[in-house]
């Protein structure tokens, strides 16, 4: 909302300077986007002709022209010269009245004018569209001034008293502050001052009555809860008067006759859209015209005043011409036909309300936004409609030269729901609210200011009547926002609620939830972020079935087809994050995401959203350094932070499955292990991701990676484990090199020594694995591991060691088929 | 001669090898050579019972005086070869303390993580709980129960990602029949909706913050992601008042983002909170008289907030007039570029290692 600050001093008395108001509109809650100064500062801009008109010799858009600024531009002799300017716009004539930005303005915005070329043709000035004068937002051309307006003048001065706009933005509860008198009414409540609005009003009505001219129908009092008509005829249309051109200009309107100038001018006054008809161009039938408020057909068509062919829906409210062709669509734009020309003579005004719900959705369908639209979507005061046609009338009376017909055509079949309710306010409920010892003469008197009847109803209570043209006043909480922001929230102590009753923190989940984020990067992970959205081929390129995962949650409109639907497993993201690094030359990466995956049902509406654990290792750890040297990621380094995560979170029975290839198809087969804890539990997965996959995610080099269930870490995980005592008495050291079949496996071997071992062995340690077909044999490995053997109570005799030692060497043998590498 | 002179020029001989003697091999066959088997002193200690009774105990006392000299000289240059020696190995040893240290390169937090988490922690330690929801709601908990209407443009497909509701009218709240014509199931535009879920099935006092992902379909650039960080806190007891609103703001503020931070309350329009407001917090730049970074206003928006609607506390259950809340949501990515003035939000979900290891 464009507030014109010599408009507003015209209703209410403000401070000489509008930095003021600025700081009171933020301080109760009318957020300023922009103060404008209009008409100043304008140097070196002047009003002027266009002389000439040509095609520019080396562009299809552009003109060069030749444009007479008067004696502002003169040769050595004192003759007045034209200047050349090259100029873009589409929309003006040889000898039309424009306005140019001589070489030396300075335009809003700080925008320079230079002495140019533009495709090698010199330019020297520019022919200005009201939005660079910071006079309105029209840019769709340039400025064209009446073609009596002088050549040569300072544009300043054309335009009389320089004014400072306010651009607004209006919370959308506030219909009333898209208007001047309830901008004035919300600046009287700032300032406890009070307003003095005066409205015209019709001097003489003549002719026939309306009602003799106009019939109104209303199909369904939900699309249109009033309509009224007034008509006047004999309309001169022409020019508007400056004074009404320069308010539509200022409100951000463009003048452009002084019918349509009328209509604009009382919506920004009032708040309430109007529509003229020619009424011409509506069918006559019995010597009337009849207007049919009518939802639209379903595919219906109509041109609006835009030039726009629309095709409605049911949920559209059109007006029409005797119930067939539609004139207007209800609440947003007039239909071109009828819409008011030079030949004008006899108008039919509109003033009504129509549904804000379907003017909002219509606006919103048809992307067609209008001054109209913004205003009947926040709904307007319906008790207001004759009203603003009379002062409407009086305008066309005023500047058209035209004839009002007596009467008003009024149907109001919504009159019960526009009835002002009553609403009781309670004073300690307000200063509960607020934490603020308000004063109740406070809370009466600013209530008034804003157009509320106050009146004392008890002890604590105050009877309130709102009035019609705040719908957003229907609640005592509604009065108790209106009394707390005019006092100033920015004055209320703060204070701390006490509390009581109530203890907060995090849950052990959530800690232990932090807990995985901290082991995984102390192991060399960085955390990421990436979007819970999936192509609809993520699974398929990487191989991974759609078993157990549900049928994918599909979004409706997608922004691209990448993010068609939502994720089911984060693989995919955290591989794009590969590729992305990789394609940048960061060759280490070493990634973990801890996020949602979504498994939609076929027949529920709400998908399962489990939280899943997955990390993704690339390249080394580091680059070489002087004093290290890294090996490339392997399976063992993503198994390792697995493990120290299991660890961590002191979940038992930890056992790695080498991988079943039909069940882990996106994994290298023989490099991937199935992870599972508790007794049988799955937890998750880690392995190499399968070169095939990683080619089809644009993955270049080999990655290892994990994922598991973030519900199955924490289901398992366990507070800290009891305490072991620490040995006191020396154990003894000896080390076994066996040589097995490639098929036992390190587990087996672990397994099998542990239970040959007895009571006396306290440690197993694997410290080597060694492979040679001469010395080792084909098809077998060297496993030596360092075995500690203790007892709590006493010295272990040699004797005692060796005895054990050896019978564990048998054991083991005889079940593994192994033997002692010598 | 006789044996005192003896014993003297051992004493003497001692005195002058130890002198001497460079390092602790020349000491050693030094000592030998005097205190050995064979070795000079212990020849003379030997010889003493050859000699008449009379002079054995002074020439014993003499002896076992030289004895004592020459273990105490030879001690001394032992311990200050040895001292040498360490010198000589520390000498050796030094290396440039300005070569790179031996580094275990852990990973970092993502920087929004960071912020939810320090977030967390504040709120936490005012006794708050952190609570979290599904990312896949239902039109009631993300509009309706917040009191957005029906009409809101919020709602619609162009401010909310609505997804294939595969079973329509099986979800509570049944009367939400396709507000906007697409399907009652959507991706969460804002974490409130896991408000309404703690007051369905808490009690008051309630004082939570409830962190989380959210989605938007804004085509991501440079200051929009179709997917960000939300953290709306939410608190419902008797007697809460405005002004505690504004003091746990306060505090908060002032926690994130530094105690010299002024505050601003704006009055503003929620459809879930009245009175509702925007928070500013004074530009960490300027301190607040206006620069590029605030756009001359001094101020940062920060967050949107207010007291609870009593339509939401009704339609979550809880008796509006006995109890009154606030309500306040903000953005986290907001924050993060407020704090590092990131040129480009998209950088936060790419996983570029160059930059998540700044954090």
């Not at chain 1, 300023?32 to 009003?47: C, D, I, S």
């Not at chain 1, 699309?223 to 200022?250: D, F, H, M, N, Q």
Request: charged share 25%; with cysteine; aromatic share 6%.
């Amino acid at each position: 909302m464009r507030i014109s600050y010599e408009w507003l001093k015209s209703m209410v008395d403000v401070p000489e300077d509008p930095a003021e108001l600025v700081a009171e509109f933020t301080r109760t809650g009318t957020e300023v986007e922009a103060v404008e100064k209009v008409g100043a500062n304008l140097e070196h801009v002047v009003t002027a002709q266009v002389v000439s008109k040509k095609p520019h010799p080396d562009s299809d858009h552009m003109w060069l022209c030749q444009v007479s600024v008067g004696d502002k531009n003169v040769d050595a002799d004192g003759n007045p010269v034209p200047l050349q300017i090259v100029c873009g716009a589409q929309n003006f004539n040889e000898g039309d009245h424009i306005v140019c930005a001589m070489i030396g303005a300075v335009l809003p915005g700080d925008f320079k004018i230079k002495k140019s070329k533009l495709r090698g043709v010199e330019s020297c000035g520019m022919n200005c569209s009201a939005r660079e004068l910071g006079l309105g937002s029209d840019h769709e051309g340039i400025m064209i001034l009446p073609e009596d307006a002088p050549v040569g003048m300072d544009f300043t001065d054309y335009l009389g008293t320089s004014d400072t706009v306010i651009d607004c933005e209006i919370t959308p509860n506030r219909p009333d502050c898209l208007s001047m008198t309830g901008m004035a009414v919300e600046v009287a409540a700032i300032l406890d001052e009070d307003t003095h609005v005066e409205l015209p009003s019709v001097k003489a009505e003549k002719g026939p009555d309306a009602a003799d001219l106009v019939d109104v129908t209303i199909d369904d009092p939900e699309l249109c809860s009033r309509y009224t008509a007034r008509v006047v005829r004999g309309v001169k249309i022409g020019p508007s008067p400056e004074w009404l051109a320069r308010r539509v200009a200022a409100a951000g309107g463009r003048s452009i006759n002084n019918v349509v100038d009328v209509t604009n001018y009382v919506m920004y006054l009032t708040g309430q859209p109007l529509h003229a008809f020619d009424l011409g161009k509506l069918t006559e039938r019995d010597g009337r015209r009849h207007i049919v408020v009518r939802a639209a057909g379903d595919g219906e068509k109509l041109v609006t005043l835009d030039g726009q062919e629309r095709t409605l829906t049911p949920d559209m409210c059109v007006i029409t011409d005797d119930g067939h062709t539609p004139v207007a669509l209800a609440g947003v734009m007039g239909g071109l036909d009828s819409e008011i020309t030079e030949d004008t003579t006899d108008v039919l005004l509109e003033s009504a309300n129509f549904s804000s719900g379907h003017t909002s959705r219509t606006s919103r369908n048809l992307d067609l936004m209008s001054e109209a639209s913004i205003r009947y979507e926040r709904k307007v005061d319906g008790t207001n409609c004759a009203n603003v046609a009379e002062i409407a009338a009086a305008l066309f009376e005023e500047c058209c030269g035209a004839e009002v017909c007596p009467g008003i055509v009024d149907v109001y079949p919504g009159e019960a729901d526009d009835a002002p309710v009553q609403i009781t306010l309670r004073p300690s409920r307000t200063r509960l609210i607020g934490g603020a010892d308000i004063p109740e003469e406070f809370m009466v008197a600013r209530l008034r200011r804003l157009g509320c009847s106050v009146e004392r109803a008890g002890e604590d209570a105050l009877s309130v009547v709102a009035p019609t043209n705040r719908p957003d006043l229907t609640r005592e909480v509604d009065l108790i926002e209106e009394v707390v922001r005019l006092w100033g929230e920015g004055d209320i102590a703060p204070t701390i609620p006490a509390a009581r009753n109530h203890a907060g923190g995090l849950t052990p989940e959530q800690r232990r939830v932090r807990r995985i984020g901290q082991v995984l990067r102390s192991c060399g992970l960085s955390e990421t972020s990436t979007y819970c959205f999936a192509a609809t081929d993520d699974l398929a390129r990487l191989g991974i079935p759609e078993t157990g995962r549900g049928v994918p949650v599909k979004i409706i409109r997608p922004l691209v087809a990448e993010q068609s639907e939502m994720r089911r497993d984060l693989l995919p993201g955290l591989l794009r994050s590969v590729a992305y690094n990789l394609d940048h030359g960061v060759s280490n990466v070493a990634l973990y995401e801890i996020g949602r995956v979504f498994f939609g049902h076929e027949s529920k509406s709400l998908p399962d959203e489990p939280s899943y654990v997955c990390g993704v290792l690339c390249g080394r750890r580091a680059d070489d350094a002087w004093n290290q040297r890294f090996d490339e990621y392997d399976f063992f380094d993503a198994k390792g932070v697995v493990e120290e995560l299991l660890d961590a979170l002191r979940v038992t029975k930890v056992r790695f499955k080498a991988a079943d290839p039909e069940q882990y198809p996106w994994l290298q087969p023989g490099r991937a292990a199935e992870v599972v804890a508790g007794g049988g539990q799955v937890v998750g997965w880690v392995g190499n991701v399968h070169p095939r996959g990683l080619r089809a995610m644009g993955v270049e080099a080999p990655v290892v990676a994990f994922e598991l269930s973030q519900a199955a870490l924490l289901r398992l995980a366990a507070d800290q484990l009891s305490y072991q005592d620490i040995p006191t008495l020396p154990g003894v050291d000896v080390d076994l090199a066996i040589v097995v079949d490639e098929s036992v496996t390190c587990e087996t071997l672990m397994q099998r020594i542990g239970s040959a071992g007895g009571k006396l062995l306290s440690d197993v340690r694997l410290f080597d694995v060694y492979r040679d077909p001469v010395r080792v044999g084909e098809g077998k490995k060297s496993m030596a591991f360092s075995l500690t053997y203790r007892a709590a109570d006493r010295t272990l005799t040699s004797e005692e060691v060796e005895k054990a030692h050896a019978k564990l060497v048998t054991k083991v043998c005889k079940s593994t088929g192994g033997e002692v590498r010598s | 001669m006789s044996m005192s002179d003896d014993l003297k020029a051992i004493e003497a001989q001692v005195a002058e090898g130890v002198a001497a003697a460079q390092s602790m091999e020349e000491l050693e066959a030094l000592r030998v050579s005097v205190l050995g088997k064979k070795g000079q002193l212990t020849a003379i200690m030997r010889s003493m019972g050859k000699l008449a009774p009379e002079e054995r105990p002074a020439m014993g006392q003499l002896a076992n005086t030289v004895r004592a000299n020459v273990d105490a000289a030879l001690k001394a240059r032992r311990e200050t070869l040895a001292a040498e020696l360490m010198e000589r190995k520390m000498a050796a040893d030094a290396c440039d303390v300005t070569l790179p240290g031996r580094r275990l390169t852990p990973g970092t937090q993502h920087l929004i993580s960071q912020i939810r988490e320090e977030v967390e922690d504040i709120f936490c330690g005012l006794g708050y709980t952190v609570e979290d929801g599904p990312y896949i709601e239902t039109t009631w908990y993300n509009f309706t129960a917040l009191n957005a209407p029906e009409d809101h443009p919020s709602r619609s497909a162009k401010d909310t990602f609505y997804v294939v509701d595969n079973a329509p009218g099986t979800v509570s709240h049944a009367e939400e029949t396709n507000v906007q014509g697409e399907s009652d199931i959507l991706l969460r535009t804002q974490t409130s909706g896991v408000q309404v879920h703690v007051m369905e099935r808490s009690k008051p006092p309630i004082y939570m913050i409830c962190p989380g992902t959210v989605f938007r379909p804004d085509t991501a650039d440079a200051n929009h992601l179709p997917q960000f960080t939300q953290i709306e806190g939410l608190v419902v007891d008797e007697g809460i008042t405005f002004g505690d609103f504004k003091g746990t703001m306060d505090y908060f503020l002032r926690q994130v983002f530094g105690e010299d931070r002024a505050t601003r309350y704006r009055p503003h329009f929620f459809p879930f909170t009245e009175p509702s407001c925007e928070v500013d917090v004074s530009c960490g730049v300027c301190g607040g008289k206006g620069c590029r970074f605030c756009k001359g206003t001094g101020w940062l928006e920060i967050l949107g907030a207010g007291m609870v609607d009593p339509n939401v506390l009704d339609n979550c259950g809880i008796d509006s007039e006995k109890y009154t809340g606030f309500a306040f949501g903000m953005g986290v990515e907001r924050i993060a570029c407020l704090r590092y003035d990131l040129p480009d939000l998209r950088m936060l979900m790419t996983g570029d290692m160059r930059f998540l290891s700044q954090f």
